[in-house]
Structure formats: C-alpha cells, structure tokens
C-alpha cells in the first residue's frame, strides 16, 4: 500500500524522484502552511520514502519561518490595538485563551501547538502579554522538539509497515 502511493506522488510529480533539492523544496512549502505545519509535512515527507534527516531539518526551518512571520505581524498589530483600546468587554475565546495562558504560560502554550497549531498559540500568548522574545523561544523549542518526536515516531512507524 505505501508503495502504491509512492509510485501515485512520483507519476502525479516525476520530477520529485530522485531530486532532493526538490523534496526539500516541497516540504519547505508544506511546513510554511498553517495547521498542516511541520508535523504534517514530516509524515508526509517519510511517507514519499524522502531522507529523514534533511525532512525533519526543512520541516523545522519552514515551520520556524511561517510561525515567526505570524509573530511579528501579530506584534505589530497589537502595539497599534493596545494605543486605541477601549475598556469592552473580553470575547468567550479571548477569556478562555487567557485562562490557558494563566494555568500554563508561554512553555505550555507552546508545547501545546501540536494539539492548537503553532500560529494559535503563538497567538495566545501574545494576546496574553507575553515577551514576543519570551514566545518566540519557545515557540521555536516547540517546534524542534514535535518535529524531532514526529520525525522519530513516524520513522519507526513506516519502519514497521515495510
């Protein structure tokens, strides 16, 4: 079964067999999206039969771009949002994000990308307050260390179905 949708990817897109700067170049791509991130492109990578290694390494390194872009947009826009704040009334998501913040701060709400995606919980913690320096540390520890897991896991995983 994972030979037949090898050979589907690499007649759908021939020149990815055999052509690492393109592998890479796609997972680079996939990792870059929201909520399909590292941990999508990882498996989806290992699955194709691409190296593991250098997967895992791009996976990271697309994730860190996209996530850390978010970061600074989302930064940006809440020092203009905070000079025109107007006392209203908390949304139920922000009160609830805030509640997550206050029970796990920035490392947990990092940590817990893989469940809410990385760019929610960068998010979260910059609604929160947080340092942008602070959230982008762990978000990137985040990053490395599911990517790494992931990268693992599924590596002995597909190990398992050959």
């Known amino acids: ?7 589907f990817y690499f007649n759908l897109l021939p020149a990815l067999e055999g052509n690492l700067f393109l ?5 680079f791509v996939l990792s870059l999206i929201p909520f399909f991130e590292s941990y999508g492109a990882i498996p989806m990578g290992l699955v194709l039969g691409f190296p593991a290694i250098p997967i895992i390494l791009t996976a990271i390194g697309g994730n860190l771009v996209s996530v850390m872009a978010f970061i600074w947009v989302i930064n940006k826009l809440r020092a203009k949002v905070v000079k025109k704040k107007t006392d209203k009334e908390p949304s139920k998501r922000a009160i609830r994000a805030r509640r997550y913040f206050e029970k796990y701060g920035v490392p ?14 960068a998010g979260i913690a910059l609604a929160a307050g947080a340092n942008k320096s602070y959230v982008s540390l762990w978000i990137t520890i985040a990053i490395a260390l599911w990517s790494i897991v992931i990268g693992v896991l599924f590596g002995y995983g597909i190990g398992f179905l050959y």
């Open 108 to 121: 947990g709400v990092s940590l817990a990308g893989i469940l809410l995606g990385y760019h929610l919980s």
């Open 1 to 7: 079964m994972l030979q037949e949708l090898q050979e």
């Open 23 to 27: 592998q890479l170049v796609g997972i």
